[in-house]
Nanobody, 124 residues
Framework: QVQVVESGGGVVQAGGSLRLSCAASGGTDINYGMGWFRQAPGKEREFVAAISWSGGDTYYADSVKGRFTISRANGKNTVYLQMNLLKPEDTAVYYC?????????????????WGQGTQVTVSS
């Protein structure tokens, strides 16, 4: 059974930075396309960023482009989300997801496994 575990959330002031980590483990010896989504109170879950299993392809939501960077450890199902210049509107629970495919992109239905989420709070 595949487990996806996020870490690194917390409280930060506007303009600050946080780095989220995510590890997918427990499945067969394959690489996963990985992604980050977030959900703010009273809002739907939205796409943040995605990365291919090789790390060579990435894709970002317009709202985070230029501020967030997704990356992954070579040859591992471990991904990171470096978040800079954080804004209060970035406050949400951030979810990591894994897909049994090279690259899953922005649609949450393309992902097979999900973590429990980690809270990010940006104070103004």
């Amino acid at each position: 059974q595949v487990q996806v575990v996020e870490s690194g959330g917390g409280v930060v002031q506007a303009g600050g930075s946080l780095r989220l980590s995510c590890a997918a483990s427990g499945g067969t010896d394959i690489n996963y396309g990985m992604g980050w989504f977030r959900q703010a109170p009273g809002k739907e879950r939205e796409f943040v960023a995605a990365i291919s299993w090789s790390g060579g392809d990435t894709y970002y939501a317009d709202s985070v482009k230029g501020r967030f960077t997704i990356s992954r450890a070579n040859g591992k199902n471990t991904v990171y989300l470096q978040m800079n210049l954080l804004k209060p509107e970035d406050t949400a629970v951030y979810y990591c997801a894994a897909a049994e495919r090279y690259f899953a992109g922005s649609r949450y239905t393309e992902y097979d496994y999900w973590g429990q989420g980690t809270q990010v709070t940006v104070s103004s």
